[in-house]
T-cell receptor
Framework: KQEVTQIPAALSVPEGENLVLNCSFTDSAIYNLQWFRQDPGKGLTSLLL?????REQTSGRLNASLDKSSGRSTLYIAASQPGDSATYLC?????????????FGKGITLSVRP | ETGVTQTPRHLVMGMTNKKSLKCEQHLGHNAMYWYKQSAKKPLELMFVYNFKEQTENNSVPSRFSPECPNSSHLFLHLHTLQPEDSALYLC??????????????FGAGTRLSVL
């Protein structure tokens, strides 16, 4: 059974810091990995999706990397801003086709202090 | 707005009440999902519908009854719930087979409190 772990559960940093959020998963047979952002009381917004054949994806100040063999992904946020404060979740999709489902981590709640 | 609208945003109900959650997607997708997000737990997939047909029931108790009249609308009918059912219920939609390989778009959720 796939398990996704995100540690720590919460992180507080001063504005301007570059930071790394970690995600690990137990089964390396994945189709893709996604990073989502969730603001308080809101739904999930997909930030980046990395296919299993890719090593990284970039969008603006965000860079996500994937090391499938070691079961790890990182989300790098450059020059953090207070507006980046949110919960960040990673989710993996298994490589089994029909009836497969996303497995989510519990998320990392990020607070960026002005 | 993400194109997936959920109503109501907040709901308080007693254990003997019957209520329904509604989800509507304006993205032309064919698959729709219900997820449960409880405090300090990962998102749990509850149901998946693809072209109105249920393709996944993740061992959800019968007090939760989904309904998908068409590819744009999804309901979750609730009756005789328990306090532990209090959670954020999220709806999502995707274009594809309704599997984890699809890119899913989420609504803002319904915050449910069962007293």
């Amino acid at each position: 059974k796939q398990e996704v772990t995100q540690i720590p559960a919460a992180l507080s940093v001063p504005e301007g810091e570059n930071l790394v959020l970690n995600c690990s998963f137990t089964d390396s047979a994945i189709y893709n990995l996604q990073w989502f952002r969730q603001d308080p009381g809101k739904g999930l917004t997909s930030l980046l999706l990395i296919q299993s054949s890719q090593r990284e994806q970039t969008s603006g100040r965000l860079n996500a990397s994937l090391d499938k063999s070691s079961g790890r992904s990182t989300l790098y946020i450059a020059a953090s801003q207070p507006g980046d404060s949110a919960t960040y979740l990673c989710a993996v999709s298994p490589y089994t086709g029909a009836n497969s489902k996303l497995t989510f981590g519990k998320g990392i709640t990020l607070s960026v202090r002005p | 707005e993400t194109g997936v609208t959920q109503t109501p945003r907040h709901l308080v109900m007693g254990m003997t009440n019957k209520k329904s959650l509604k989800c509507e997607q304006h993205l032309g997708h064919n698959a729709m999902y219900w997820y449960k997000q409880s405090a300090k737990k990962p998102l749990e997939l509850m149901f998946v519908y693809n072209f109105k047909e249920q393709t996944e029931n993740n061992s959800v108790p019968s007090r939760f009854s989904p309904e998908c009249p068409n590819s744009s609308h999804l309901f979750l009918h609730l009756h005789t719930l328990q306090p532990e059912d209090s959670a954020l219920y999220l709806c999502a939609s995707s274009q594809g087979l309704g599997t984890g390989m699809d890119i899913q778009y989420f609504g803002a959720g319904t915050r449910l409190s069962v007293l």
